[in-house]
Structures are given as structure tokens and as C-alpha cells.
């Protein structure tokens, strides 16, 4: 059924609220088929946690929202398992139900929030591990001929923060389930030295995925802020990938800086030290700002405008380029 004029607030993490001209739910493929139907050649909008979104104005069409179930082991052996999830799933619930069965690979992931489906579309990462790690398949709904497609790892093109669903394929599929192949024979990725910190101060000697995952929950539960208390999206800006001159420049003026080795030979800095750098972490600006822990997460505090804070990071963009040289790319998806 769709349903007109629906407030979009409780559907993005953000808690913006924002008028949808017409929304549904959508539990499988023929439901697809059938709202697609009706769908007049509005605008079409997808939507899975909206933990990755930033509703900038009304939405002027259609907004469905993925609700698909499921959780299947299509095979395994003694070594692996080859596990597939409907697109609706909340992730994190997922990484849980993973963890509880045995199958490793995807514990450093816990806690992000969001769905299934939206997970290869930018292809989530956290704590030294991305999905492409564990990803083998995924079936996708073909808007404009309503067919099914299977996209193997190669086709999705994943890179950082990156797919081909963002690119050359963006608005032209519904991801509608996603197989990752997991195991059953562990191998940790510890490799952040967060984790290791973490998992000593937890007493833990010889770690599980789930002591991993624990580990990690704790991490991120004193970094970032509760979207349910304060309303936001996660990293606002991806960690900008530069050049060598850049690096020199900067190493100029600071001793020390945190830098990572990037694929030919360049080097990703990190955007939350840039901006407060640049003096933005914790401002306040009433209804939202940069949050006081994470300068990298922009924040609601409660009754703000899309606008706004789609403004406050046109003027991030702007001074960090002033101050550093550097344009940062926007993470979150604007509506
Ligand atoms: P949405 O916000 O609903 O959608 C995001 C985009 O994907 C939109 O363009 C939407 O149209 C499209 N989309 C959604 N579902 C589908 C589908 N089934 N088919 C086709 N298109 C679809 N991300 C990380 O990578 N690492 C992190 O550590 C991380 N930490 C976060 C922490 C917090 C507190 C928050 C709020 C966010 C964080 N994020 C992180 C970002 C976010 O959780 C992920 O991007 C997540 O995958 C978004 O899922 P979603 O279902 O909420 O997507
Ligand atoms: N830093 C600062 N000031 C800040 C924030 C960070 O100086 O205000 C410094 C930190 O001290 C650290 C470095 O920047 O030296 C990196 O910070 P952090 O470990 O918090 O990670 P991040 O680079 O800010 C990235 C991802 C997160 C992911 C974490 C953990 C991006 C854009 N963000 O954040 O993903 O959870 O690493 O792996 O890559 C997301 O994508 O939404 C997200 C939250």
C-alpha cells in the first residue's frame, strides 16, 4: 500500500524531518514489481536504516523502504560458509546472529547500523576490515525491466567508501539480498591497535569473534555518538586520499599527524584531525554542529534543517581546502 504525505523523521538517523509525497514497503520482489507500477515516473528513493542519508528538503516522490527478511546458509563446508541475508536486515543483527552460529569475518563490522542491502553500496568498513573481505554475491532488482541480476564481487567494483552502485550503476538497482562467505576456522584481524587495547583492558587473553566484537561495541559505543540520542550519519566526509606534496606541506607546520598508506603511493589522512584542525570540532550552532568527540560526524541536536547542516559542510569543505589544500569528499548521501 503506498501512503501519501508520510514524515520521514523516524526513518533516517539524522531524525530530520522531511515530507515524502508517497511512501511504501516493500518484503520481496513481486511487491517491487507491483509499487513500481504505480510509480508515475516519480522520483524513486530507496531506503534501508537511512543511516547514511541526509534529507536536505521535502521529497518530492516516491520513497520505498526495504523491509525483506531472511537468513540462509546455502552451503558449507568445514571450513567456510557461505551464509545470504535479505536486504531488509538490520545489519548489526546480522553480524550477532553470524557470530552466535560460529561464522567469523564480519565482527570488526559490528555495530554499524543500517541494512543488509545498503552494505556493499558503499561497501562499510571499520576497524581494518570491509565487507568486500567477505562478500560473494549479491541479487539485485533491475528497475527499469524488473528482472533479478546476480553481481559477483568483481562486478560490484568496490573501493573505499565505493561501488558500482554509487557510480556508474547509481539509481538503476535495488539490492535485494547479499551472500557473504565466512568461517569457520578464524583468522582475527586485530590489527587495529584499538582493538588490541581494548580486548587487554577486557582481560581477554586468547580473543573470540565474539570477545572481537565486544571489543569493537566498546570502541565505537565511547566514540560515536548514539543516533537514537543525537541525531547524525556516521563519518560525514571520507578520509581523503593525497599525494606526497600534500603530505610534505603539512608535515611542515605539524610534527605529527595520523597517516596510512594508500594504494600508488599515496597516503589517506584523516579528515576528523583535519577539521579540528581547522577549528570545527564541537561547534555548536544550536539545532546541530560537529560533534565535540568526532569532528569527522556532523550532528542534529534536535529540530535542525537538512539545509543546514548541508551548509555547515559546504563550509567545512571550504576551510579545510583554505587551510590544507585538501577538498573532502562528502560520505553521506544528500536527498
Ligand atoms: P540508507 O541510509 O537507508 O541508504 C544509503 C544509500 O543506499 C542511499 O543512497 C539509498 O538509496 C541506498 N540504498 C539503501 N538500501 C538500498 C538497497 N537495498 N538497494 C539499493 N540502494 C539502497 N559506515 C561505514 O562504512 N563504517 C562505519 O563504521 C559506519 N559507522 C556509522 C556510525 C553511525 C553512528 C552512523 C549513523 C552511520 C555509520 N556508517 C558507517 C554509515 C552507515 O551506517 C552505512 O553507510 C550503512 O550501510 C547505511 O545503511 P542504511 O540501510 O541505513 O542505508
Ligand atoms: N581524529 C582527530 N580528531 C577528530 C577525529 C579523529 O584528530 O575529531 C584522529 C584520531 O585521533 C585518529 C584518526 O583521526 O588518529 C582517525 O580517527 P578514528 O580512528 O576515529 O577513525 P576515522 O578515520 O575518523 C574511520 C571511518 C569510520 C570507522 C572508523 C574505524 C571513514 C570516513 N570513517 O573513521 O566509519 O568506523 O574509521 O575504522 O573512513 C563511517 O563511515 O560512517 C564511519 C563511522
Request: charged share 20%.
Amino acid at each position: 500500500m503506498i501512503h501519501t504525505n508520510v514524515d520521514l523523521q523516524p526513518f533516517n538517523t539524522f531524525g530530520l524531518s522531511c515530507k515524502a509525497k508517497r511512501f511504501a514497503t516493500f518484503s520481496n520482489s513481486q511487491d517491487l514489481t507491483d509499487i513500481l507500477s504505480e510509480r508515475n515516473n516519480d522520483e524513486l528513493l530507496v531506503l534501508g536504516g537511512g543511516s547514511n542519508i541526509l534529507l536536505t528538503q521535502d521529497f518530492n516522490g516516491l520513497v520505498i523502504k526495504n523491509e525483506i527478511t531472511g537468513f540462509e546458509v546455502i552451503e558449507e563446508n568445514d571450513e567456510t560458509v557461505l551464509v545470504e541475508s535479505g536486504a531488509g536486515e538490520v545489519w548489526h543483527e546480522f553480524v550477532m546472529r553470524c557470530i552466535e552460529e560460529g561464522f567469523g569475518g564480519i565482527e570488526n563490522l559490528s555495530l554499524i547500523p543500517g541494512s543488509v542491502g545498503a552494505s556493499p553500496m558503499q561497501n562499510i568498513g571499520a576497524y581494518g576490515v570491509e565487507i568486500k573481505d567477505t562478500f560473494d554475491s549479491l541479487q539485485a532488482y533491475h528497475i527499469a525491466s524488473g528482472e533479478v541480476h546476480t553481481f559477483n564481487h568483481e562486478q560490484c567494483e568496490f573501493g573505499y567508501r565505493e561501488s558500482v552502485f554509487k557510480r556508474a550503476l547509481k539509481g538503476k538497482y535495488i539490492i535485494l539480498s547479499v551472500r557473504f562467505r565466512l568461517t569457520k576456522n578464524h583468522k582475527l584481524n586485530t590489527s587495529y591497535g584499538a582493538i588490541e587495547t581494548e580486548l587487554q583492558s577486557m582481560g581477554v587473553e586468547n580473543p573470540t569473534i565474539k570477545d572481537v566484537s565486544k571489543a569493537v561495541i566498546n570502541i565505537r559505543s565511547s566514540k560515536l555518538p548514539d543516533p537514537k540520542k543525537i541525531g547524525n550519519a556516521g563519518s560525514f566526509f571520507k578520509n581523503p586520499v593525497v599525494e606526497q606534496a600534500i603530505v610534505d606541506a603539512i608535515s611542515q607546520k605539524y610534527q605529527q599527524f595520523p597517516q596510512y598508506p594508500a594504494p600508488n603511493g599515496k597516503t589517506k589522512l584523516a579528515a576528523g584531525w583535519l577539521i579540528e584542525q581547522a577549528g570545527w570540532k564541537g561547534k555548536d550552532f544550536g539545532t546541530y554542529g560537529v560533534h565535540k568527540n568526532q569532528a569527522l560526524v556532523l550532528v542534529n541536536y534536535g529540530g535542525s534543517k537538512g539545509a543546514d547542516i548541508f551548509e555547515l559542510a559546504q563550509q567545512i569543505i571550504q576551510d579545510v581546502k583554505s587551510k590544507f589544500g585538501i577538498v573532502l569528499e562528502r560520505e553521506v548521501n544528500m536527498i
